[in-house]
Structures are given as C-alpha cells and as structure tokens.
C-alpha cells in the first residue's frame, strides 16, 4: 500500500502564491505516476496537474496552465505543486494521487487513480 499525505494548503490573497507537498510512504514514489485533483462542493473532483514517473513529463488542464508546476523528487518520496497567479477560482480541496503506470496520462483521470491522500485545502481570498 501507497500513503499519500499533503500539505501546503491554506489561505492566500489573489495574485499570491502556495506551494503543494505530497509525500508518499510505504512504497517507493519513483514508480509512480502523480498528480493532482481539486474538489469544491459545487464541481466534481477535476484534474490539475501530472507528472510522469520519472519527471520528464507533465500535463496540466487549461485553467492552470502557466500558472502551476507540477514537479517531484523521488529521493525525498514527494511530489509538488507550485501554484503562482491564484485566482478565488482555484480554492478547494486539493489532492494528491498516484497511478500505477508510471504514465503522465494515467494520472489525468481520476477513475485511473491507484492511491489519494486526504486533501489539504486551499482558499483565495479577492
């Protein structure tokens, strides 16, 4: 079993920034695809961001594209998420999760999904 446990979350003013962390025990990270996932009590969990097992790739939806990063660092067994330019748009809860491919695009969809962490939230104040 893969545990994945996030952080980074909180409440930030519009134009500010925060910065992700996903870090995974149990299992090592490096075979992993990883990516994020939002959720607001209004919208269904959606994709934000991927990153391929090996870091090479990544895949972002069009409502953040620009503005954050997706990256890892599989010595440390964690995964980010730089989120620059937030918009009161971006609040929800966030969600780290892992995809057993490796694949950058088999953690684009959430019925792809092998593992998920518990979510940390994030707020943008306007």
């Known amino acids: 079993q893969l545990q994945l446990v996030e952080s980074g979350g909180g409440m930030v003013q519009a134009g500010g920034s925060l910065r992700l962390s996903c870090v995974a025990s149990g299992r090592p990270l490096s075979r992993y695809a990883m990516g994020w996932f939002r959720q607001t009590p209004e919208k269904e969990r959606e994709f934000v961001a991927a990153?391929?097992?090996?870091?090479?790739?990544?895949q972002y939806s069009d409502s953040v594209k620009g503005r954050f990063t997706a990256s890892r660092d599989n010595a440390k067994n964690t995964e980010y998420l730089q989120m620059n330019s937030l918009k009161p748009e971006d609040t929800a809860l966030y969600y780290c999760a892992a995809e057993s491919s490796g694949l950058v695009r088999g953690a684009t969809r959430s019925e792809w999904i092998d593992y998920w962490g518990k979510g940390t939230l994030v707020t943008v104040s306007s």
């Open positions: 990153i391929s097992s090996d870091g090479e790739n990544t």
